[in-house]
């Protein structure tokens, strides 16, 4: 038995022992909210932004959709909280306050939001309604607003809060990045946010969260999103949508684009089209609901000699300067002229790509085989899904019903091609002969992998390109080059520009007149080592100010040229 020393003493130690524990974890409590006071932080979350305002009747859904960054970690589209507002008339209804003084609240309303005082005060005085809302000017209300308006101590007016998809800029890359809407609006207490466009639907289960997985229980819970960041260069994007808004007003064609890519990776840096519409406001989505990138094909026009000629040299069809008799030349029961109608007579086939002969690509394919050159045209990409993922991808055309069709495709007629399968072909003349695939997601936050560049096979004996290359750089700095417009003083540029028509909507024959093409231009620059590539386009413009539209889109390329040099 122990004495009466031994039990004293044990209890002391273990008084003491106990006496150091909550010592210690007090000190550690005081240390996490001195944490929590100072810095307004617990494991990385500002607790200022997670605050929830309940005082008033006001509720908030929780935000759960991952934010949407460029590849610098710029925010482009994020989850907020807006507020509706409503007013209680009717005590016995609410079990609560109702306005009160009628004149009163009208007046300090008005300040606030976008209905005069006499309207507000008009829908107050409403007889037998027990609650009114005030309309669209009392929906989408910032938390600012929210705030203020609690301030004036309005008895018998209320908020609710519901999640919505914030926008940084209201115009950049709209068709791509695509918006999110709510999809459960009724119930502000539960909205869901769903993507219903671009990036927000394409990668919606990635950025809303999986639900409860199969086999579990079913809670309705949703797990937070994952950040998405896209291979977009925000400070390049942004100058592109002003350059091309102003290039769009001023010429007012059907459509235009601009796309740049980091050649070496694959990754899209811009993606900017017009029309275009307001990712904030939706204003301008009806004019054009397509993304041009991947929704709609159109015949290539003269950029696909860059692929006709690489091909004709790699198979040893013609020697470094031998000559053809450019101007016209049949093709089964039609002729075929160089766009000046006329030629320039006894030419070699360089000069013929450097003056964009039509007839000298006639010459080249025949001398390949028309049906090898098509088998050669399935090997870049045409005719098949480039697999965006993208909503609605149009895969382009690529079916020769006449044998006069696979010839004239030499020269960009026949078929049709989307943005983004022409630059996927022509990323390997400036890639020693490899194609790269074009992607738009940098990488998904959380994911151990990240960007991961991706070739889609070595398609042109790299031995050939550089040739291709010398020739883009002639067509540039040649008196005689169809693409002098995109002559640099500050790079040396390649480029290549095409002039396709455009078919009739009654699927016979070309539309005719001055401005209904389709005109682009390819470039990579700097042209001795490409790093970018640039390919623009502008659908029929209308007020063409008396120049054709490769001179209209050099007025893009060279600011865009310019942006791209600073920001690199």
Not at 130 to 152: D, R, Y
Not at 513 to 531: L, M
Request: hydrophobic share 35%; aromatic share 10%; charged share 20%.
């Amino acid at each position: 038995m122990k004495n009466n020393n031994q039990v004293e003493s044990n209890q002391g130690y273990n008084l003491f022992f106990l006496s150091i524990v909550v010592i210690c974890t007090g000190l550690i409590l005081i240390g996490r909210m001195t944490q929590i006071g100072l810095f307004k932080q617990v494991n990385g979350v500002n607790l200022m932004d997670q605050k929830i305002q309940t005082d008033n009747g006001s509720s908030i859904a929780k935000a759960k959709r991952g934010t949407i960054y460029d590849q610098f970690g710029q925010p482009i589209a994020m989850d907020t909280t807006s507020y509706s507002m409503y007013a209680v008339l009717n005590a016995d209804w609410a079990d609560g306050e109702t306005v009160k003084d009628i004149d009163y609240t009208a007046s300090i309303l008005s300040k606030y939001i976008d209905l005069p005082r006499e309207t507000i005060w008009t829908l107050l005085n409403k007889k037998d309604v027990n609650q009114i809302e005030f309309g669209s000017a009392s929906k989408n209300l910032s938390a600012q607003t929210k705030l203020a308006i609690e301030a004036e101590n309005l008895p018998g007016i209320f908020f609710t809060g519901q999640v919505s998809r914030y926008y940084f800029n209201d115009y950049f890359a709209s068709h791509l990045v695509g918006y999110a809407e709510n999809i459960n609006s009724s119930d502000a207490s539960n909205s869901i946010l769903e993507g219903a466009m671009g990036v927000e639907a394409a990668y919606n289960d990635v950025l809303s969260g999986e639900r409860e997985k199969e086999g579990s229980a079913k809670t309705g819970k949703d797990l937070l999103g994952s950040d998405i960041y896209l291979t977009l260069d925000s400070r390049i994007q942004n100058q592109t949508e002003t350059v091309l808004d102003k290039t769009f007003k001023k010429y007012s064609p059907e459509s235009m684009g601009a796309y740049l890519v980091d050649l070496e990776s694959g990754k899209l840096l811009t993606s900017a089209q017009r029309p275009s519409f307001n990712l904030n406001t939706r204003e301008g989505i009806d004019d054009l609901w397509q993304n041009l990138l991947v929704e709609t094909a159109n015949e290539p026009g003269s950029t696909i000699k860059i692929l006709t000629m690489a091909k004709a040299k790699e198979k040893g069809v013609f020697q470094p300067g031998e000559t053809f008799l450019s101007g016209k030349v049949n093709v089964y029961d039609r002729e075929v002229r160089d766009h000046n109608q006329y030629g320039w007579g006894q030419i070699s086939f360089e000069d013929g790509f450097i003056r964009s002969s039509n007839v000298a690509m006639v010459d080249l394919v025949n001398r390949m085989g028309d049906q090898v050159w098509v088998e050669e045209l399935k090997k870049f990409g045409f005719g098949v899904s480039t697999n965006s993922r993208l909503a609605n991808e149009n895969p382009g055309s690529l079916d020769f019903t006449y044998p006069i069709s696979r010839i004239m495709s030499g020269f960009g007629q026949a078929f049709s091609a989307t943005p983004i399968q022409l630059m996927q072909a022509y990323s390997s003349i400036a890639n020693h002969g490899e194609m790269m695939k074009i992607q738009y997601i940098d990488h998904i936050a959380g994911s151990q992998n990240g960007y991961q560049k991706q070739s889609l096979g070595q398609v042109v004996d790299p031995q050939v390109t550089p040739y291709i290359l010398d020739l883009m750089v002639r067509a540039v700095e040649d008196p005689e080059g169809t693409s002098r417009p995109f002559k640099s003083d500050l790079v040396k540029v390649a480029a290549k520009t095409g002039t396709a028509e455009i078919g009739s909507a009654e699927g016979l024959g070309y539309l005719t007149g001055r401005n209904n093409y389709f005109y682009s231009v390819i470039s990579f620059f700097p042209a001795e080592k490409p790093k970018y590539m640039l390919y623009l386009f502008i659908k029929r413009p209308q007020n063409d100010h008396g120049i054709y539209g490769t001179q209209m889109l050099s007025e893009v390329f060279h600011p865009m040229l310019e942006s791209i040099l600073i920001n690199q």
